[in-house]
């Protein structure tokens, strides 16, 4: 690949998204999805050798989603994918990529504050990154976030607009929400409501943490395309800004509905493998802290149980000596890989999960069965047998 000839078509990438005057916007900070070898195959492998020979790097601080391989992990999955993922993130490297492997980028590898323009794929991510931080950047694609990242500067369209983060509908949800998964169904019911809308939320009866708004956040970004929810009493500068007219009250019976497309009764546990999974998005030293404390009084969980998280979050974890714990309990923990994890696609076993996002995809492209349980549901159900 020749470099000047690489770094024209990024820049026609960029231009054919805001035609005329004004058409970009400098950024500080990248991240990249569509790096995994299950999503990309050899096509994208092959692009991507030939991009880290090209010479060209990385203008601004760039990280990466997470792969389909745990290094430290390998034995279920086929060896072709372990090295066809391993050269990926070599020639990322080379570009200038940070090694990050993870879908909460935010936390560690590439923090970020209020106001800063950033181009970010990963939906859950930047769902994140505008809603929580107050950070803009457009949903990006795989291939924009990586034109962005090696020219230092994105189109200016979206949410980098005069008013582009105007919320242009209302939920309203007078219920309950008791758990996460409540959450990641509110989040994924809006999404499909709006499509390219941004909302503005507003919960009768707020209890969630911010791991809830997380998982309503992923779910969100599972079935919508706009880049940020404005959620009241949360997003910074919500006070501020115009509230839409046009409302939409949700109940319970919406969140029913989500259900039933995502979540279908657990066979027995003997009957079936079953496999417990979560960390979608990648769970922080937080929420690993909160399984742990869940499974205080469980000696032995009676299914498997799969944590995904990001190296940072297990270093931390690992060091507070909760990973061994974690472990003696049965419960596996991979860093570097997301829950479209190598060996699950092969398993066919039947997923249980508190993530409406990964139900969403464990169905749709590996085909699998999933139901859907709050951390603390499935250690009732599955603690102690
Ligand atoms: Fe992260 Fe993979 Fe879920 S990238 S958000 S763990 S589908």
Not at 38 to 56: K, T, W
Not at 345 to 356: F, L, Q, R
Request: proline share 4%; with cysteine; aromatic share 8%.
């Amino acid at each position: 690949m020749n470099k000047r000839v690489t770094k024209r078509i990024f820049k026609k990438i960029l231009e054919a998204m805001q035609p005329g005057r004004k058409r970009y916007i400098k950024i500080s900070s990248a991240h990249l999805s569509g790096i995994s070898y299950l999503n990309i195959g050899d096509a994208g492998l092959e692009f991507l050798e030939d991009l880290g020979r090209s010479g060209l790097k990385f203008k601004v601080r760039t990280t990466i989603n997470p792969g389909c391989v745990d290094y430290d992990s390998t034995v279920e999955c086929d060896p072709e994918v372990v090295e066809k993922q391993r050269r990926i993130i070599r020639s990322l490297k080379n570009i200038g990529a940070i090694e990050s492997l993870t879908c909460m980028p935010y936390l560690f590898d590439n923090p970020l504050r209020k106001n800063q323009k950033i181009a970010w794929a990963e939906s859950s991510a930047v769902l994140y990154a505008n809603s929580i931080i107050g950070a803009s950047t457009n949903k990006e694609g795989s291939l924009t976030a990586l034109a962005s990242a090696i020219l230092g500067y994105t189109a200016r369209t979206g949410i980098h607009l005069r008013n582009g983060k105007k919320p242009r509908i209302l939920f309203q949800y007078n219920g309950e929400l008791k758990d996460e998964v409540d959450y990641g169904l509110l989040g994924y019911v809006m999404g499909v409501k709006a499509g390219a809308e941004i909302p503005y939320l507003r919960l009768k009866k707020p209890v969630g943490n911010i791991l809830c708004y997380k998982q309503l956040l992923a779910g969100f970004g599972t079935s919508g395309a706009a880049p940020m929810v404005w959620i009241e009493n949360l997003t910074p500068g919500f006070s501020r800004v115009k509230k839409p007219v046009r409302k939409i009250i949700l109940d319970r019976t919406t969140l029913e509905e989500g259900r039933r497309i995502l979540s279908e009764e657990a066979p027995p546990f003997h009957s079936k493998r079953l496999v417990f999974v979560t960390g979608c998005p990648h769970m922080s030293p937080e929420e690993i802290k909160i399984f742990h404390e869940t499974l205080r009084s469980v000696d032995r969980l009676s299914v498997e149980a799969w944590v995904f998280t990001s190296r940072s979050a297990y270093l931390e974890s690992f060091q507070k000596g909760l990973l061994a714990e974690l472990s003696e309990k049965g419960v596996r923990v991979f860093k570097d890989s997301c829950v479209m994890y190598c060996s699950l696609k092969k398993d066919g076993a039947h997923v249980i999960t508190n993530s409406v996002k990964a139900a969403y995809y464990l169905r749709g492209s590996f085909r699998l069965k999933t139901t859907l349980k709050s951390l603390k549901e499935f250690v009732e159900e599955y603690g102690g047998r």
